[in-house]
């Protein structure tokens, strides 16, 4: 898990000051994994730690002003199953704040609970021992970012960078369904494409990048190379031509909706514009999960799957990219 400062920063600028709450060590089991957070303000918030009693009493701590570290056990104190530990560190965070982060790495004191709304903010505290400064240097110098972690009495948490550039080419019904299934993964950075901004629904998700162009096949070639492509408009024609866009452009990953009669239909005409069947063999079509059924929100659930465990293609996401 990563520190998500844009998602941070849009919260403050909506609510004003908001209180994080982050999981920062764990002991035996858990419903969420170290650095999992949510964002409370005084009426609403977002993000889980794991749901339950404990978000339930860490969200109440929160409104409260209570700031710290504190330890939950979460069968004898809470109830719950999990037979676990978590500790939490509870901060207050407002945009003058926000704005002394760097944007790669989150390291700061993570203070015993005091029971007070600033009482953390004012003690004095030394500065960053040994351990966390290698791990500064290194996500600096070499760019290897640490992994979310209390070390000694610090937190250090990686900036949330999306490692997937996804671009969904179509905002029909399945685009729509596809978009909301995906967008609050924190590993995809979606670009949303179709040919025109009436196309779109009035509010699109954080996180994703919306491109209205009256030729979207042309912006293919200002896709990363490695991206992966959900290819699902409105026209045949338009489908056709991406695909063939693509083959030409490369990618790591590209599917194509549509039934077994259009993919046959495709791979004649594709092989007709020069592409070989090893080539035409990298689109994913149908893409999803037939078996789920046809509804918008059906062909979501399947293809997130897919993507989520690529290896299931057939194909790896090294060979893909190879």
């Not at 969420?32 to 949510?38: H, K, L, Y």
Request: glycine share 10%.
């Amino acid at each position: 898990m990563a520190f998500d400062l844009e998602g941070l920063r849009a919260a403050v600028a909506a609510h004003g000051r908001v209180t994080r709450v982050v999981i920062a060590a764990i002991r035996g089991s858990s419903p969420r994994e170290m650095g999992a957070a949510m964002l409370v303000w005084q009426d609403g918030q977002s993000g889980t730690i794991g749901g339950g009693a404990l978000e339930f009493q860490a969200a109440e701590a929160a409104r409260a002003g209570r700031l710290g570290l504190s330890w939950h056990a979460l069968g004898p104190e809470l109830g719950q199953c999990c037979g676990g530990a978590v500790t939490l560190l509870t901060e207050s965070w407002d945009a003058a704040r926000i704005d002394t982060v760097d944007g790669t790495v989150v390291a700061r004191p993570a203070l015993p609970f005091s029971g007070t709304e600033n009482g953390p903010e004012t003690l004095q505290v030394s500065g960053a021992p040994l351990t966390v400064k290698r791990l500064l240097a290194r996500a600096r110098g070499q760019g290897v970012l640490p992994e979310a972690q209390l070390v000694g009495d610090w937190m250090v948490e990686p900036v949330l960078r999306p490692s997937r550039q996804l671009w969904v080419w179509g905002a029909g019904h399945v685009g729509r369904a596809l978009v909301n299934a995906l967008s609050p993964l924190p590993d995809f950075a979606i670009t949303w494409v179709d040919t025109a901004p009436e196309r779109f629904p009035e509010t699109i998700p954080g996180g994703v990048t919306r491109l209205p162009a009256t030729r979207p096949a042309d912006l293919v070639p200002y896709a990363p190379k490695e991206a992966e492509h959900l290819v699902l408009t409105y026209s045949h024609e338009l489908d056709l031509e991406l695909c063939n866009r693509l083959l030409r452009h490369d990618f790591t990953f590209a599917g194509l909706i549509g039934s077994a009669t259009k993919w046959a239909r495709f791979r004649s005409r594709l092989a007709a514009l020069g592409h070989t069947p090893q080539q035409i063999d990298r689109i994913t079509c149908p893409i999803g999960d037939p078996a789920l059924g046809k509804h918008p929100a059906c062909i979501a659930i399947g293809v997130a799957a897919r993507l989520l465990r690529p290896e299931q293609s057939g194909i790896t996401r090294k060979e893909l990219s190879a």
